[in-house]
C-alpha cells in the first residue's frame, strides 16, 4: 500500500475514534424527557391557555355564570387556584398563609388580583413538581376517599387544569371572546390569504 493510502487510512481511522464519544456526550446530554417533564410542559400549555383567557375576558365577565348556582367565570379561574394550592398540601406541600381549600374559590376580588392569584398556583405547584424526586412521586397519599400515588395526584391537576381551560372557552365564546390563540391564528390566516391575492 502507498504512503498516501496509508495516510488516508490513518486518517480515516482517527475521525472514527474521534467521533465515537462526540457522539456518546450527544445522547446523554439529550435523554428522553420523562414522567415528569411531560407533566410540567402540559400543566405549562393549560397555565398558559388559561392566562390568556383571563386577561381577555373583560372584567364585567367575570362574574358572569352560565345558570343558577354554577361557578361564574371569576369563580373558575379561583377553583383551579384552589386545587392547584390544596391538593399538593394532600402530601406535606405547604400552600400560602392563610389558604383555606373550601373557601378559596368565593374570595371578592377583582380581575387583576384573579389573574395574579390564578398565575401564582401554578408557579406554586409546577415548583412542588419539579423538585419532587422519582421516588416521591411514587408515595401512596389519600385523596378525596381514594389511594393514589403522587404521580397520579399531579396527573389528576394537569386534568382539571384542562378540564376548566374547556369551562372557561365555553364561557369566553358565550360572551362573544374569541381565546386569543385562535384570534392569533385567524390573523395569520387572514394575512395569509391576502398576501396570496396579492401575488396572484
Not at 39 to 59: N, Y
Request: proline fraction near 6%.
Amino acid at each position: 500500500m502507498s504512503p498516501n493510502r496509508l495516510r488516508i487510512l490513518a486518517l480515516v481511522c482517527l475521525c472514527a475514534v474521534l467521533a465515537v464519544p462526540t457522539l456518546a456526550r450527544s445522547d446523554d446530554a439529550t435523554p428522553a424527557p420523562g414522567v415528569k417533564q411531560e407533566l410540567l410542559t402540559w400543566i405549562s400549555d393549560a397555565e398558559d391557555r388559561l392566562g390568556q383567557l383571563a386577561q381577555a375576558m373583560p372584567e364585567s365577565k367575570y362574574s358572569w355564570r352560565p345558570g343558577k348556582g354554577v361557578r361564574s367565570q371569576g369563580e373558575v379561574f379561583l377553583h383551579v387556584a384552589a386545587a392547584n394550592y390544596g391538593v399538593p398540601s394532600f402530601w406535606g406541600i405547604k400552600p400560602p398563609d392563610g389558604f383555606d381549600f373550601n373557601s378559596y374559590e368565593k374570595q371578592n376580588v377583582k380581575k387583576a388580583e384573579i389573574t395574579n392569584m390564578l398565575h401564582d398556583s401554578f408557579e406554586h405547584m409546577k415548583a412542588s413538581l419539579a423538585s419532587a424526586s422519582d421516588a416521591d412521586l411514587e408515595k401512596t397519599v389519600d385523596m378525596f376517599g381514594k389511594t393514589t400515588t403522587v404521580r397520579g395526584a399531579y396527573i389528576l391537576l394537569l386534568s382539571h387544569a384542562h378540564e376548566h381551560l374547556g369551562q372557561s372557552i365555553a364561557y369566553a365564546r358565550t360572551n362573544g371572546v374569541v381565546p386569543p390563540w385562535t384570534a392569533k391564528q385567524q390573523e395569520a390566516m387572514k394575512a395569509e390569504k391576502e398576501k396570496s391575492a396579492s401575488n396572484k
